[in-house]
């Protein structure tokens, strides 16, 4: 099973910053937490990874909780190419797959509005 | 090319027949990845390789599946005796050990 937990589905509008949250209470401490997005019909894409310390890049922001528990991917100005399915999971970099390696829930199904 | 690719990107084929599956990874990826997407369903993890390591099969979903690599290279997924329920997007992925998943555009799979 998956380590995080996701809403499944949310809507934005378009412009809007995208607020998507994701839950990994039983994170360990030296467990990544990763965003990818799997726009429909394509294969999922990475967007971002961290640590502890909110990331930032030319995709999105990523806010970690203090203790580790929640993260937020933000999209800025969402825009109606944003509309995908976000998957939030866990893991540890230099390990292998395996069932806990790189698991992928049902993620959340961000829609932009226009 | 630069990114992930797979062959075919359509399959379909009549239940009970084999059919391969075909990843080439990006140059230098080390480890190599194959999952199975059902129709609106998250990734399931299936089979993972990395260098010459023996392969993590703790995903494969019964022996009618196997998955070979050579190498750094390319890889084939085989599914033998096909079933209605196999019928699902097979995407690979590639990445440096540790690093981020690069996929390809999957390979769709209908059974008959």
């Known amino acids: 099973d998956a380590k995080t937990t996701q809403p499944p589905s949310m809507d934005c509008a378009e412009g809007r910053a995208a607020n998507l949250p994701c839950n990994h209470s039983t994170i360990s401490g030296n467990e990544y937490v990763y965003w990818y997005r799997q726009i429909h019909s394509q294969g999922p894409q990475y967007i971002i990874h961290?640590?502890?310390n909110n990331e930032t890049n030319e995709m999105a922001s990523l806010i970690i909780t203090e203790d580790r528990k929640s993260s937020t991917l933000i999209l800025p100005h969402a825009t109606l190419r944003d509309t995908a399915v976000y998957y939030c999971i866990v893991r540890v970099p230099y390990s292998g797959g395996g069932a806990d390696g790189l698991t992928f829930g049902k993620g959340t199904h961000l829609i932009i509005q226009p | 090319g630069a990114g992930v690719s797979q062959s075919p990107s359509n399959k379909v084929t009549e239940k009970g027949k084999d059919v391969e599956l075909r990843c080439d990874p990006i140059?230098?990826?080390?480890?190599l990845y194959w999952y199975r997407q059902r129709l609106g369903q998250g990734l399931e993890f299936l089979i993972y390789?990395?260098?010459?390591?023996?392969?993590?099969k703790s995903g494969l979903p019964s022996d009618r599946f196997s998955a070979e690599r050579t190498g750094e290279s390319v890889s084939t997924l085989t599914i033998q005796r096909t079933q209605q329920e196999d019928s699902a997007v097979y995407l690979c992925?590639?990445?440096?050990?540790?690093?981020?998943?690069?996929f390809g555009e999957g390979s769709r799979l209908t059974v008959l």
């Open positions: 961290g640590l502890k």
């Open positions: 140059s230098g990826h080390t480890a």
């Open positions: 992925a590639s990445s440096l050990l540790g690093g981020r998943l690069f």
């Open positions: 390789f990395q260098g010459n390591s023996a392969p993590d």
